[in-house]
């Protein structure tokens, strides 16, 4: 069975610091990975994924996220965060079937990101 | 903005009440599948559907059930509602191609949230 694993349910972190937010998975094979972010009220908006290649992924917003295989992990990175950037943010796995169609992602609990000024 | 659209944006149902929720799924995407987002917690895998046909389905009973139309539009209904079926429902659309990586991003669009009473 897949699970993704967020380990932390709220960072505060002030602006224009670095941000990292932790992401450990389960997958019983090469895994699909995501960010997403929530804004309050609203919808999930995709942040990066990886699917294969370069471990280290560069998303929207000044995101990064890199996949070590061997830790199990996702981490999402920011280098200096804006206070926009305060959201609940979500790692996601999902996988590759031979069908065409379908393959359904499982999320993370949630990290909330509080960004004091 | 995704493309995504849902509807209604809100909704007080009481318990043991129908509802029925509408997704319209972005331009050129066949496969749309739907989450419920109990509050303050990620996003749960409900269904699927691709052309018309549920294709994986999550851990929820038959009350929860779906319809996809022949332009990719989607109905989630839920019978006999319960006062735990209070959440937010997410819609997702994605093209069923297959692929390196292809269609595997899905794009979420804004949510019902649902009160039951």
């Known amino acids: 069975a897949q699970s993704v694993t967020q380990p932390d349910i709220h960072i505060t972190v002030s602006e224009g610091a670095s941000l990292e937010l932790r992401c450990n998975y389960s997958y019983g094979a090469t895994p699909y990975l995501f960010w997403y972010v929530q804004s309050p009220g609203q919808g999930l908006q995709l942040l990066l994924k990886y699917f294969s290649g370069d471990t280290l992924v560069q998303g929207i917003k000044g995101f990064e996220a890199e996949f070590k295989r061997s830790q199990s992990s996702f981490n999402l990175r920011k280098p200096s965060v804006h206070w926009s950037d305060a959201a609940e943010y979500f790692c996601?796995?999902?996988?590759?079937?031979?069908?065409?169609?379908?393959?359904?992602?499982?999320f993370g609990g949630g990290t909330r990101v509080l960004v004091k000024p | 903005e995704t493309g995504v659209t849902q509807s209604p944006t809100h909704l007080i149902k009481t318990r043991g009440q129908q509802v029925t929720l509408r997704c319209s799924s972005q331009s050129g995407h066949n496969t749309v599948s739907w989450y419920q987002q109990a509050l303050g917690q990620g996003p749960q895998f409900i269904f699927q559907y691709y052309r018309e046909e549920e294709n994986g389905r999550g851990n929820f009973p038959p009350r929860f059930s779906g319809l996809q139309f022949p332009n990719y539009s989607s109905e989630l209904n839920v019978n006999a509602l319960e006062l735990d079926d209070s959440a937010l429902y997410l819609c997702?659309?994605?093209?069923?191609?297959?692929?390196?990586?292809?269609?595997?991003?899905?794009?979420f669009g804004p949510g019902t949230r649902l009160t039951v009473t």
């Open positions: 997702a659309s994605r093209r069923g191609t297959s692929g390196r990586g292809g269609g595997y991003e899905q794009y």
């Open positions: 996601a796995v999902g996988g590759k079937k031979i069908k065409a169609a379908g393959n359904k992602l499982t």
